[in-house]
């Protein structure tokens, strides 16, 4: 992976982004803050499929409703109380 300078990346943009393409990710570093890394939106695409959602997490729970506790049912607030 190629580093960049911000100043250098801003210069470069469209070579930036050709390697990106071309060669895969590349980083642009700035002196005060953490470096960010730009790559195709193909191989941003492949690495976040390999994940589950939440919901996906959620809906192919290995628990069963036994394991879960107890909902008590919602408090109604009513006018009256205010």
Do not use: C, H
């Amino acid at each position: 992976m190629r580093s960049w300078s911000v100043s250098e990346a801003r210069a470069n943009i469209s070579k930036v982004f050709d390697a990106a393409l071309k060669l895969g990710p590349q980083r642009i570093e700035r002196r005060d803050s953490e470096p960010v890394v730009m790559l195709a939106e193909s191989d941003w695409k492949r690495l976040t499929a390999e994940y589950p959602t939440l919901a996906d997490l959620i809906l192919n729970s290995p628990l069963a409703d036994d394991d879960l506790p107890v909902r008590r049912p919602a408090r109604a607030v009513t006018e009256d109380r205010f």
